[in-house]
Nanobody, 116 residues
Framework: QPQLVESGGGLVQPGGSLRLSCAAS????????MGWYRQAPGRQRESVAT???????TYAGSVKGRFTISRDNVKNTVYLQMNSLKPEDTAVYYC??????????WGQGTQVTVSS
């Protein structure tokens, strides 16, 4: 069974930075569209950023210019660099892997809290 394991979450002050990691096993991430999603309490899960096999990236408008998604195909890991964090970025962040004709995979999530 493919597995995605997120890490790097925590408590950070407004304006601070965090880097999330998503280590994949039993899938090859270069064959998948990889993404980061987040879910805040009482809200629906939303897409934050995605990276396609051709290294094309997309970002939610609320994070564009502050967050950067990247992938290391050698380490089979996807990253989300988050800068200039705001309290409204507080959420559980999930890693996602999807490709045509196959079920999608999710990690267990990592909590990010932005607070002074």
């Amino acid at each position: 069974q493919p597995q995605l394991v997120e890490s790097g979450g925590g408590l950070v002050q407004p304006g601070g930075s965090l880097r999330l990691s998503c280590a994949a096993s039993r899938i090859i991430i270069r064959d998948y569209v990889m993404g980061w999603y987040r879910q805040a309490p009482g809200r629906q899960r939303e897409s934050v950023a995605t990276t396609r096999t051709t290294d094309f990236t997309t970002y939610a408008g609320s994070v564009k210019g502050r967050f950067t998604i990247s992938r290391d195909n050698v380490k089979n890991t996807v990253y989300l660099q988050m800068n200039s964090l705001k309290p409204e970025d507080t959420a559980v962040y999930y890693c996602n892997a999807v490709r045509l004709g196959e079920r999608e995979y999710w990690g267990q999530g990592t909590q990010v809290t932005v607070s002074s």
